[in-house]
């Protein structure tokens, strides 16, 4: 009798942070061409999760303190831009 291997189990905090990812850069794209930020479905869409996924993954950006979002308005997810980012931008310009 032969024993069976044993499949790897996906990672899923590396999967998260794979499309959490992807996530804030679909929001980074659609609002710097559209002057506005994306509403959970057009998210949805372009990344192609429910909107129950994208709401998990806006949560822990929130958590991570990257974005900001006001539960009672549409459209109102505020990117924030992180220290490191800030630091490097102005290294730039000098």
């Given amino acids: 009798m032969t024993r069976r291997k044993h499949k790897k189990k996906a ?3 590396s999967t998260m942070s ?3 990812e992807k996530i804030y ?3 980074q794209k659609y609002t710097a061409s ?3 930020p994306p509403s959970i479905a057009e998210i949805a869409e372009r ?3 429910s909107r129950g996924g994208v709401m998990r993954h806006l949560d822990k950006l929130e958590l991570q303190g990257r974005l900001r979002r006001d539960f ?3 459209r109102s997810i505020v990117l ?3 220290k490191r980012e800030e630091v490097g931008e ?3 310009e000098d």
Wanted: charged share 30%.
């Fill in 80 to 82: 924030i831009e992180t």
């Fill in 25 to 27: 850069a679909s929001i």
């Fill in 72 to 74: 009672n308005k549409r």
């Fill in 18 to 20: 794979i499309m959490t």
């Fill in 47 to 49: 990344v192609h999760l």
């Fill in 11 to 13: 990672d899923l905090n």
């Fill in 90 to 92: 102005k290294k730039g």
């Fill in 34 to 36: 559209e002057g506005i």
